[in-house]
């Protein structure tokens, strides 16, 4: 362990030439920090279904992966059995090569920072910070040097002597980062980091753990509920649900080719439109308006899907038409949302379709539809829309999985 | 005194904004942001100032202290004044002596010093020992998850219900045939026994308190069970440990019925209290020695409260979790 450590200090290539740190910066480490879920599992005493089930998942040397889904998709146990905080079941965990599924989380490496923050109360910042060290047995100057090279890099220094209550959230959460990157570890775990901060101190604090790992080339493994948290932040991101990992792939991999109906409709703001339709001679009815269908996606449709495909479209994938356009439906406006850069409407479908099995971010039967924000439409107004030819995505009705263009 | 302050700056703040009127000034933000302090530092005061309530606290303390201050004065009288007359006669006739405690204390017969040094030798070992028990029970209760760990703490806690004083002859006859009848064991050992159940419990509940991302915390710092235990939680614990033990010297230090049964045989190692007891008992006629000891008993408790009273400090996990 401390062998990696000196490897890391020694690696301060700088090739940035950015900063004048030995932290580690991203250079030639001899050991590879991937890390490795092989087909890991969780299952709580107590419980029948896993709240991790066989997760298979592989995280690359420097790599930042969110973990990303809704409360109770156990995001948050994934990271705790690689920080050794929770039992794995079955499957195995790795880092680098090393086998970790049974060790303690003290040798394993590891700095995570938590949800709540988790700074020992008693302790100054710099003691909060030098805690692991110190437990570690290293040199006092070390560890005041290190201390405060990584204060300097947090904007720390002159809190170094205060006790956690006399800090703001901001800079309590910047001592929790603080305390994992005076480890120098191998992988950062991080837990909701964020979800304590108010929204514009989030923001800011977003991109600065963001460009902080790209700096310091740590692997790290983030876990949000945030989408956008996610979208803005993570290399690749790993949306799970009920335990099940769903979709891995990078940031456009999952907003453009989303696996299936959950992950389409978990990612991007505001959230995708999905309707269930008819297929009928290569083109889905949605309402008046027919949408062509390719026959690989009719192909691929299996008996459980019963002829219907559900077909996602993005509120930006939609353009205002005329009423006489083949695949223009109607929209009754409910709801206009001005963001300046933007304006979304939130209606519902009228005509034929007023009936039909349409659901998005904002509720059943309801579609949201981004517009214009100079040429917004009065509420109540009717407007006709089309999917942008090319844009629709193509879920299997039964499956949910998605189907060939 | 901040109240003071806050009022002060409060009342100049409010007296700006009058005599400014146009601007808002930041000091009328100021006022009020405050408010909220000096109203309540206000009707706290006015809470205070309530004449009757005051009265009423006055004339309580006074009754409650009388018998106190009449034992302590008879404590200071000559043996032949405490015979002939009232302790409050000395508002007529003061007449003070030390004779009294140098008998207590050193006289003949009645060498309260050996009691007293007695009373000490009981004490300490009898709040040390439970409590460092307790405190390593109550982490693993607390942080450590092992079968039938719900079902043990239940079944310990549920000791309490058994009455001491059917413990006394079971646990007497073990002592004895054990040979340690005549030490100070039987009086340390009993003490730890009754503590345990509720010392544990106690602990355990501050213990669970902290929250569990601090442990975690910890042990992702490299921290193993041991120093989990003493550089995490132990200073937390301080407040806990603090009040326990204030409690348990108070409890062992005033205990009669314990030490007279397994210690109040023999004066190498009975306590204060046995010995007070026999004073009465026996020498029903000794007041000047009687108070005397009573006030030499109670001076150790006064000076274990008042010196540990300042770890009685809340508020010491502040800042560690966003609440």
Same mark, same amino acid.
């Given at each position: 362990m401390s062998e990696t450590t000196h490897n890391r200090i020694n690696a301060d290539t700088l090739h940035d030439g950015s900063s004048g740190t030995y932290l580690?910066?991203?250079?030639?480490?001899?050991?590879?920090?991937?890390?490795?879920?092989?087909?890991?599992?969780?299952?709580?005493?107590?419980?029948?279904?896993?709240?991790?089930?066989?997760?298979?998942?592989?995280?690359?040397?420097?790599?930042?992966?969110? /973990?990303?889904?809704? !409360?109770?998709?156990?995001?948050?146990? !994934? /990271?705790?059995? /690689?920080?050794?905080?929770?039992?794995?079941?079955?499957?195995?965990?790795?880092?680098?090569?090393?086998?970790?599924?049974? @060790?303690?989380?003290?040798?394993?490496?590891i700095a995570m920072v938590f949800q709540n923050y988790a700074l020992y109360p008693h302790m100054t910042v710099a003691d909060n910070m030098g805690?692991?060290?110190?437990?570690?047995?290293?040199?006092?100057?070390? @560890?005041?040097?290190?201390?405060?090279?990584?204060?300097?890099?947090?904007?720390?220094?002159?809190?170094?002597?205060?006790?956690?209550?006399?800090?703001?959230?901001g800079q309590r959460q910047r001592v929790a980062m603080g305390r994992a990157i005076v480890r120098q570890p191998q992988v950062f775990l991080m837990d909701e980091p964020l979800s304590n901060l108010d929204a514009k101190l989030r923001v800011q604090t977003r991109t600065q753990i963001a460009s902080l790992q790209r700096? /310091?080339?740590?692997?790290?493994?983030?876990?949000?509920?945030?989408?956008?948290?996610?979208?803005?932040?993570?290399?690749? @991101?790993?949306?799970?649900?009920?335990?099940?990992?769903?979709?891995?792939?990078?940031?456009?991999?999952?907003?453009?080719?989303?696996?299936?109906?959950?992950?389409?409709?978990?990612?991007? !703001?505001?959230?995708?439109?999905?309707?269930?339709?008819?297929?009928?001679?290569?083109?889905?009815?949605?309402g008046p308006a027919r949408i062509p269908v390719s026959r690989a996606a009719i192909a691929a449709l299996g008996a459980e899907d019963n002829g219907k495909i559900t077909l996602g479209f993005r509120p930006e994938s939609l353009d205002v038409v005329s009423q006489a356009e083949a695949s223009a439906f109607p929209v009754e406006v409910n709801i206009v949302e001005e963001l300046g850069s933007d304006?979304?409407?939130?209606?519902?479908?009228?005509?034929?379709?007023a009936d039909a099995d349409v659901h998005s971010g904002a509720g059943d039967n309801q579609v949201i539809v981004r517009i214009d924000p100079r040429n917004v439409p009065a509420k109540g107004e009717r407007i006709f829309v089309a999917i942008r030819p090319g844009e629709e995505h193509l879920f299997g009705a039964g499956s949910g999985l998605r189907l060939p263009a | 005194m901040s109240a003071d302050n806050s009022h002060a700056s409060a009342t100049s703040a409010v007296a700006a904004d009058v005599s400014g009127g146009g601007p808002v000034s930041d000091a009328a933000l100021v006022a009020a942001s405050e408010t909220k302090v000096t109203r309540r530092a206000r009707r706290l005061r006015?809470?205070?100032?309530?004449?009757?309530?005051?009265?009423?606290?006055?004339?309580?303390?006074?009754?409650w202290t009388i018998p106190t201050v009449g034992l302590l004065v008879t404590s200071f009288r000559p043996e032949a004044d405490i015979d002939r007359s009232g302790w409050w006669t000395i508002v007529t006739n003061p007449n003070f002596t030390l004779d009294n405690y140098e008998q207590a204390l050193f006289g003949g017969g009645n060498n309260l010093a050996t009691y007293f040094v007695n009373s000490i030798v009981i004490t300490l070992p009898s709040v040390v020992i439970p409590i460092s028990i307790?405190?390593?029970?109550?982490?693993?209760?607390?942080?450590?998850?092992? $079968?039938?760990?719900?079902?043990?703490?239940?079944?310990?806690?549920?000791?309490?219900?058994?009455?001491?004083?059917?413990?006394?002859?079971?646990?007497?006859?073990?002592?004895?045939?054990w040979g340690i009848g005549r030490s100070f064991w039987p009086v340390w050992l009993s003490h730890t026994m009754f503590a345990l159940p509720l010392a544990i419990f106690l602990l355990h509940n501050? #213990? $669970?308190?902290?929250?569990?991302?601090?442990?975690?915390?910890?042990?992702?710092?490299?921290?193993?069970?041991? $120093?989990?235990?003493?550089?995490?939680?132990?200073?937390?614990?301080?407040?806990?440990?603090?009040s326990f033990a204030i409690f348990q010297f108070l409890w062992v230090w005033n205990d009669l019925l314990v030490s007279l049964t397994f210690a109040g045989g023999r004066a190498a190692v009975a306590p204060l209290t046995v010995r007070l007891a026999e004073m009465v008992g026996t020498r029903g006629g000794d007041w000047f020695l009687l108070s005397a000891g009573?006030?030499?008993? #109670?001076?150790?408790?006064?000076?274990?409260?008042?010196?540990?009273?300042?770890?009685?400090?809340?508020?010491?996990?502040?800042?560690?979790? $966003?609440?």
């Open positions: 580690p910066v991203k250079g030639t480490v001899t050991t590879m920090a991937t890390v490795t879920y092989d087909k890991a599992s969780r299952i709580y005493p107590g419980t029948e279904r896993p709240a991790v089930d066989q997760l298979d998942l592989h995280i690359e040397d420097g790599e930042f992966l969110v /973990l990303v889904g809704p !409360s109770g998709c156990g995001k948050s146990t !994934s /990271l705790r059995m /690689l920080a050794g905080l929770e039992d794995v079941n079955g499957g195995r965990i790795l880092i680098g090569d090393k086998d970790v599924t049974h @060790i303690q989380p003290k040798d394993r490496d805690f692991a060290l110190k437990i570690a047995g290293t040199p006092k100057a070390d @560890i005041r040097a290190r201390v405060e090279e990584a204060a300097k890099i947090l904007d720390l220094t002159e809190y170094l002597d205060r006790k956690p209550k006399a800090l703001s959230g700096r /310091l080339g740590v692997t790290t493994v983030y876990v949000t509920h945030d989408q956008t948290e996610a979208l803005t932040m993570g290399d690749r @991101i790993a949306v799970l649900k009920d335990g099940l990992l769903q979709q891995v792939g990078t940031p456009r991999d999952m907003y453009d080719t989303p696996a299936n109906v959950f992950v389409a409709g978990f990612i991007g !703001s505001p959230a995708m439109n999905l309707g269930t339709f008819k297929v009928n001679g290569g083109f889905a009815e949605v304006a979304f409407v939130y209606g519902t479908l009228k005509g034929s379709l | 006015q809470g205070m100032q309530n004449p009757w309530a005051s009265l009423a606290a006055v004339i309580i303390a006074v009754l307790a405190l390593l029970a109550a982490y693993a209760f607390a942080w450590i998850p092992f $079968k039938g760990r719900d079902v043990l703490f239940v079944a310990i806690f549920a000791l309490q219900i058994v009455p001491i004083q059917v413990t006394l002859i079971p646990l007497l006859t073990q002592y004895v045939n501050f #213990m $669970k308190e902290i929250p569990a991302s601090l442990v975690e915390a910890a042990r992702v710092d490299g921290a193993g069970h041991v $120093k989990i235990f003493f550089r995490v939680l132990l200073p937390l614990l301080v407040p806990a440990i603090a009573a006030f030499i008993a #109670m001076i150790v408790p006064m000076i274990v409260f008042l010196s540990l009273q300042r770890y009685f400090v809340r508020g010491l996990l502040a800042g560690s979790v $966003k609440g």
